[in-house]
C-alpha cells in the first residue's frame, strides 16, 4: 500500500495531512518543504516531486510570500506578505492536482513581530472553509522561540485553537535555529539554546494534544540556517530519541514516536544526520538555501554556455545578422534554473527517503 491509497492527489489538509504525516513516521521517511517565491520555483518543486513518486511541501516565508506578489507593492501592515502568500496558495491548488501527487501548502516562520501576515493567512483559511470545508493552507508555523516557553504556549494555544476548528495543523518552534534567513538573525545566539530539552516537548505535547493532532514540533539540536563548512554546526539529531522517548513514557504508550518533529536548517546536513533524524520522527525537512543555489547556477550556467549569443538582440557566432530571441527568452533561461533546482529537490527527496512512495 502507498500513499494514494489513504490520501488524494492534490493539496491535502486536515485528517488526510495526518495521514500523510503519520505514514512518513511509520514508514521512516520525511518530505522536503521547499521554501519557493515565484510560480517557476513551485513548478520545479512540483515537476521534481512527480517524477519520483513522492509527495512535497511548498512553503512560502514572509519575505518569499512579499515577492511572490511583487516587490513594488508596500508591505505595510504585511500586506503584501499576506497577498503573495494567499495568492501562492491559489495558484499551488490550482495546479497540484494535476501533477498527481500530494501536495502540503505551508508558511514558514512566523516570528512575534510578524503576527499580523499570521492573522492575515488565517482570516483568509477561514473563509476558505466556509465554501469549502477545508482551509486554503494545509498548515502554518509560528516561531516564537525567541519568546519564553510559556508565553510561546500561550499565544501557539490561542491560535491551535482557531486552527483545529477549520482542520489546519500547527507547527511550532521551541529551541532557537541559528544562523540568518529571511531576515530573522540569530548568529550571536548562545549554543545553549539551540538545544531543547526532553520537558518542554512534553508540556507543548500535553498542551497540544488536549485540542488537536494536527501539530508538529520544530525541536532545537544544533539547527543552523543556511549552509556552513563541515564540521561548524554541531547536529545531534539522536536527542530527538530522548524526546520520542519521554512523551513515550509520560503517556505511557506503546507508540514509540509520539510526536511529529521538523527539521529546520536542512541545508548543508550530512547524510548521516538526516538518516537519524528522520530514524526519530521527523517527517519534514526545510530546505531552502541550497534550492536557492541550485536555482542560481542553472542561469549562471546558462549564461557562460551562450555568453555569445546574450551580448546583442541581433548577431552572434552563426553571423551578424543572426537573431537572438531564442536564447534571451526568459521561458528559456528561467527554465534552466528550473531544472537545476530540480535536482536538487530530487536529491533532498533521495536523503530523506521520500522517493517512489505513493
Known amino acids: 500500500m502507498g500513499i494514494l491509497d489513504i490520501v488524494p492527489a492534490g493539496v491535502v489538509t486536515g485528517d488526510h495531512l495526518y495521514k500523510l504525516f503519520d505514514y512518513a513516521r511509520e514508514h521512516e521517511f520525511a518530505i522536503p518543504a521547499i521554501n519557493c517565491t515565484s510560480t517557476s520555483t513551485v513548478n520545479a518543486a512540483l515537476e521534481a516531486a512527480r517524477d519520483i513518486k513522492s509527495p512535497i511541501i511548498i512553503q512560502f516565508s514572509n519575505g518569499g510570500a512579499a515577492y511572490f506578489a511583487g516587490k513594488g507593492l508596500d508591505n505595510k501592515n504585511q ?156 547536529l545531534h539529531p539522536e536527542l530527538l530519541g530522548k524526546h520520542q522517548a519521554h512523551v513515550a513514557a509520560q503517556l505511557a504508550s506503546e507508540h514509540k514516536k509520539p510526536v511529529f518533529f521538523v527539521f529546520h536548517g536542512g541545508s548543508g546536513s550530512s547524510e548521516q544526520e538526516i538518516a537519524i533524524a528522520v530514524k526519530n520522527g521527523v517527517i519534514k525537512m526545510n530546505v531552502d538555501t541550497d534550492t536557492q543555489w541550485a536555482y542560481w547556477t542553472g542561469l549562471r550556467d546558462y549564461y557562460e554556455k551562450k555568453r555569445d549569443y546574450l551580448q546583442t538582440q541581433v548577431g552572434n557566432p552563426e553571423g551578424e545578422k543572426k537573431p537572438n530571441k531564442k536564447y534571451y527568452d526568459p521561458r528559456v533561461f528561467v527554465r534552466e534554473s528550473e531544472k537545476s533546482m530540480y535536482k536538487r529537490i530530487q536529491q533532498a527527496c533521495t536523503d530523506l527517503g521520500n522517493v517512489n512512495v505513493l
Open 79 to 234: 500586506n503584501a506578505s499576506i497577498i503573495g502568500a494567499v495568492a501562492g496558495a491559489q495558484y499551488v491548488r490550482t495546479v497540484a492536482k494535476a501533477y498527481g501527487i500530494p501536495v502540503i501548502v505551508h508558511s514558514d516562520h512566523c516570528a512575534k513581530k510578524l503576527i499580523p501576515w499570521f492573522d492575515g493567512m488565517l482570516a483568509a483559511d477561514e473563509e476558505y472553509y466556509k465554501s469549502n470545508g477545508e482551509p486554503l493552507f494545509s498548515s502554518h508555523m509560528l516561531d516564537l522561540s525567541e519568546e519564553s516557553k510559556e508565553e510561546n504556549i500561550e499565544i501557539c494555544l490561542k491560535y491551535l485553537k482557531r486552527m483545529a476548528a477549520i482542520d489546519c495543523l500547527l507547527e511550532m518552534e521551541i529551541g532557537i535555529t541559528g544562523g540568518e534567513e529571511d531576515g530573522v538573525n540569530n548568529e550571536g545566539v548562545d549554543n545553549a539554546a539551540l538545544y531543547t530539552q526532553p520537558e518542554d516537548i512534553w508540556d507543548i505535547y500535553q498542551s497540544f494534544s488536549k485540542i488537536t493532532k494536527l501539530f508538529s514540533i520544530a525541536a532545537g539540536f544544533g539547527n543552523v540556517h543556511g549552509v556552513y563548512a563541515p564540521g561548524n554546526v554541531k
